[in-house]
């Protein structure tokens, strides 16, 4: 029985959400970055970074706290508004390949904790912490964690529906990406809503895994303060169907050690090898990898491809067992330095590009997981290989915004 609550969201004013709203900071140039804090003042990422131009001069514990106070300067400048009442948004994100709607609401920490909602992927304690004291000094998260559910067709006919009415916000961005909001306030609703969710055995994570780590060890350190709204974390709930999962590919710097021939010659133990030429090869299906060595693309098919459980036949850990860890020493897939890793919704160009001229030496396409994978890992409390998944849709920040 999953718990989702409405919430009172702070959210961009009508006119200036479209320059209010960005893209995930990571993903900025730093000549992108500039310019946006630069010439927009509407910018959540001033927001984020109030100090950008001297970010290594201050302390962490200083930086949260002019987040804090750059945010509640937007709000009395009314670029922020609360709304007066909890509510859900139904939010759709449309670009040039897929469509994306799903709800965004509060998820509950104790559903986390007693595992109806699940993961699928491990957490860096660090991460997990430096996020947890972000949210305590900054006290807001406009990050919701992606959540997948089963489908469902009652709440997908009315979603359907829903989409027709007059949506709060309707605006595009730079990169051609449409975005609609509409705001879900009559209580009747509101309540069949969490009726539909509550029939739901299980919720699962698909993006957010440190993020809800985080929101759960903010719980436990300020429990005792009173405060309601440390019981949930903000969610954006998406059918499982209606996710586009990507696989992350790899690029190595080197053969540790090996020639190109030995190398080759090794892989023919465990896969038959096609030479592709020039072709862009990328695997159409499981047990099946591409690879970019020496300016040629190579189709690797597995030659046994009986495994006893879901977690060893994922393709990632496949080219962990087999190729990565005893043909080229990486034991370590979070840390060493030898890797590097490029989500698959990236043109396969930028593998060949890694290699032929930024000092990799071999790369890697994978067969993306699915969901069912994903689902019978969760299920059964296994954790994924690292960097497995690359997972859309990615909200926009400054969008809606949850206070604690």
């Known amino acids: 029985m999953a718990n989702i609550i409405p919430f009172k969201a702070v959210r961009p004013a009508r006119d200036k959400v479209s320059l209010v709203t960005s893209r995930s900071y990571d993903d900025y140039t730093t000549a992108e970055l500039a310019s946006q804090l630069d010439y927009n003042p509407f910018s959540f990422l001033h927001v984020l970074h109030p100090a950008y131009t001297n970010l290594q001069k201050i302390s962490t514990d200083t930086r949260f706290k002019g987040v804090n106070l750059k945010y509640e300067e937007f709000k009395e400048q009314q670029i922020f508004i609360q709304e007066p009442e909890p509510v859900f948004y139904l939010y759709e994100i449309q670009s040039k390949q897929n469509t994306y709607t799903g709800i965004i609401a509060g998820a509950s920490l104790e559903d986390y904790r007693n595992n109806v909602i699940k993961k699928h992927e491990d957490t860096l304690s660090y991460r997990v912490e430096f996020f947890k004291d972000y949210l305590h000094e900054t006290g807001f998260n406009t990050e919701p964690v992606l959540i997948t559910y089963p489908q469902n067709g009652e709440l997908q006919e009315w979603i359907a529906n829903y989409k027709k009415e007059r949506p709060l916000y309707l605006f595009s961005t730079t990169n051609r990406d449409k975005h609609t909001l509409w705001r879900i306030t009559d209580t009747e609703v509101i309540n069949w809503i969490q009726g539909q969710f509550a029939q739901m055995d299980s919720l699962y994570i698909a993006d957010g895994h440190h993020r ?148 990799f030496q071999v790369g890697f396409m994978l067969f993306p997981p699915t969901i069912e994978e994903i689902k019978a890992l969760a299920d059964n409390n296994q954790i994924m290989p690292p960097k497995s998944t690359y997972i859309e849709p990615k909200f926009r920040i400054g969008l809606v915004i949850y206070e604690l």
């Not at 903000?234 to 050690?257: C, P, Q, T, V």
């Not at 009986?306 to 977690?311: E, F, G, K, L, T």
């Open 212 to 359: 809800s780590a985080s929101a759960n060890r903010l719980y436990e350190q300020d429990k005792d303060t009173g405060n309601e709204n440390l019981n949930y974390f903000m969610s954006f709930l998406i059918a499982e169907n209606d996710l586009k999962i990507y696989e992350y590919n790899r690029i190595i710097h080197d053969l540790n050690g090996l020639s190109k021939t030995d190398f080759l010659n090794a892989l023919q133990k465990d896969f038959i090898i096609e030479n592709r030429g020039q072709e862009l090869w990328k695997p159409d299906r499981k047990y099946s990898f591409g690879m970019y060595l020496d300016g040629e693309f190579y189709a690797l098919h597995v030659k046994d491809a009986n495994y006893a459980s879901v977690y060893d036949a994922l393709d990632a850990r496949i080219l962990y067992d087999k190729v990565l860890h005893p043909l080229l020493g990486i034991s370590d897939l979070r840390n060493d330095e030898r890797i590097e890793y490029i989500p698959g919704s990236r043109p396969i160009t930028n593998i060949k590009k890694m290699v032929d001229e930024n000092g």
